[in-house]
C-alpha cells in the first residue's frame, strides 16, 4: 500500500505543476496560492471532521504547534509562493527540476540538525540527482 500511495502523490506532484502554470497564466502568484490554499485547507478540514474526528485538535502539545508552524511558514507559504512565483515567470521544466531537489536540503538539515546519517546509497543518491540537475540545467551550445 506504501508503494501505491508513493506512486500516487509522484502521479500527481508531477502533473499539478501543468495546471498550475495554465492557472497561473491570468493571475497574480499570490493570489493563486490563496485560493489553492483555501481549497485545500477547507478539503482537509471537511476529511478531518467527518474521518478523524475533532478530537485531536485538543491534545497537541504546543511544541508541536509550533514545529507545525514553521514548517507551514517554510512550506506552505515561503516555499509555495516562491514555486508559484518561479511557475508563473519561469520555464516549467527547470522550476520543477530545481524544486525536486529540495529532498538534498532535507538530508543536509536532518544530518545537522537531528543527527540523522545518510547511507552509502543515499549519498551516491543524492550525487547522481546533483549531477543530474546540472546536466539538465546545461544550456546547448548553439553554433
Sequence with gaps: MGLFLAL???FCWGLAPLFGKMGLMYMHSMTALTIRTIIAASLILSWQIVF?????FHAIPLKSLIFIAIEALLATL???????????RGNINQVT????SAP???MLAAYAFLGERATANQIIGAVLIVSGLVLVGIQPLRG
Excluded at 97 to 100: D, E, T, V, Y
Design 8 to 10: 500516487l502523490g509522484m
Design 52 to 56: 478523524g474526528g475533532p478530537q485531536y
Design 78 to 88: 515561503i516555499g509555495d509562493l516562491a514555486y508559484f512565483m518561479a511557475l508563473k
Design 97 to 100: 527540476l530545481i524544486m525536486s
Design 104 to 106: 538534498l536540503i532535507t
